[in-house]
């Protein structure tokens, strides 16, 4: 990906871009709350840049309405209607932020030069070309962009797929040679396993990329892994915390300075189907083809492999969930070894496993999932 050298900003001002999820700006007073926000980061002598996610729901909604009309709508149209839902969340922002003194101008993502290929509902970032967004920061102004959305070498507007909020961030952090990229949501940080399931799960003070890269691709869902590997690229430090409050949160970035555990986080991707596909190559070539960035993991013997999809149901499947340690040793035969006795101690059924170089996954039955998490992590963090 090509980025256009831009100088900081004016008078050598740190630029500080940070990204607001969904329900973070879901209401006039979230929205007023996060202005607040901006502008105080504006006061304490920071450029900013802020992305936007739609408000919750939003998308969702816009896709239902689509759908009610036709169960195959046009790609190219459904990126036209949900891109809707940031312009709607920016501009509301930029308004906010112009009520409380704070010069603020919203930019579509095309606006600022977010260029991709030519894939529609999941695209790639190709080329950043910032100069109008540097002019604004350079006049004084908060620029706030509608994440997820670009437009295409074809002058198509696209979206980047879901999570795309957090692509557009990174990619105008590294554009702008920012001081910090945050990425603000509903969550206080990066944790041990998801809360929700596991309420002693203790937040991760700082996580390499690759670790985080392999939490998000086996079911984290605090950053999408597109964002994380171009963080990597780049070498920007990810700093990921609660939208509500200043808190610490957890820092991203290339090595720890803190001594890291063999496992350092669980994930769990609950729905995902495996496929049995017999002995034959073929069969191994045709699921690579067919499935291909939905494949999580391949297991078994050369007669009998299984691979395991991200998929709700596909024909001919098993349903399962998958449950991920990852580490620097989480790969390990131990670590391997040490997930599937956990799991078989509680009486869960496994269905298949697998080990790669940062992580041990094995995959169980959907109603067992919750409790293989919660035993695995009292074994590796309690």
Do not use: W
């Not at 509902?121 to 670009?150: D, H, K, M, S, Y």
């Not at 596909?277 to 494949?295: F, I, K």
């Amino acid at each position: 990906m090509e980025l256009e050298s831009q100088p900081q900003g004016d008078g050598g001002m740190p630029i500080l871009v940070q990204k607001y999820g969904g329900t973070s700006v879901d209401g006039r007073d979230k929205i007023m709350r996060v202005a607040r926000r901006v502008a105080a980061a504006r006061a304490e002598g920071n450029e900013v840049v802020v992305v936007v996610s739609a408000q919750g729901g939003t998308t969702d909604a816009l896709l239902c309405e689509a759908r009610s009309i036709t169960s195959e709508p046009a790609q190219r149209e459904l990126d036209m209607l949900v891109t809707a839902g940031e312009r709607i969340s920016m501009s509301l922002l930029a308004i906010a932020l112009n009520s409380l003194g704070c010069r603020a101008v919203s930019f579509t993502g095309s606006q600022v030069g977010i260029i991709t290929d030519t894939r529609h509902t999941n695209a790639r970032i190709l080329e950043v070309r910032p100069a109008r967004l540097v002019r604004e920061l350079e006049r004084g102004a908060v620029v706030v962009v509608g994440g997820f959305q670009g437009v295409s070498t074809e002058k198509e507007v696209t979206t980047l797929g879901r999570g795309g909020s957090d692509t557009t961030a990174v990619a105008l952090a590294a554009a702008l040679g920012a001081e910090r990229c945050e990425i603000l949501t509903d969550v206080d940080g990066v944790h041990t396993a998801d809360p929700r399931f596991v309420p002693g799960a203790a937040i991760i003070e700082q996580i390499g990329y690759e670790d985080m890269a392999e939490l998000a691709r086996t079911g984290a869902t605090v950053l999408k892994e597109d964002a994380i590997r171009f963080a990597e690229r780049e070498r920007i430090a990810l700093t990921v915390g609660p939208a509500s409050r200043s808190t610490p949160g957890t820092i991203v970035l290339e090595r720890p300075a803190t001594q890291e555990r063999s496992v350092v986080g669980l994930s769990l991707l609950r729905k995902a189907s495996l496929v049995r596909l017999g002995p034959a190559a073929t069969h191994l070539a045709e699921a690579l083809r067919e499935h291909g960035s939905s494949l999580r993991f391949l297991a078994g013997s050369a007669n009998d492999l299984v691979a395991a999809v991200e998929r709700d149901a596909l024909p001919g499947s098993e349903q399962a969930s998958l449950v991920c340690a990852v580490g620097p040793d989480a790969g390990s035969g131990d670590s391997l070894a040490t997930v599937l006795e956990t799991a078989a101690s509680i009486g869960c059924d496994i269905l298949a496993a697998s080990s790669c170089a940062r992580s041990a996954t094995v995959a169980v039955p959907r109603p067992q999932a919750e409790r293989a998490l919660r035993a695995l992590h009292s074994r590796f963090f309690d």
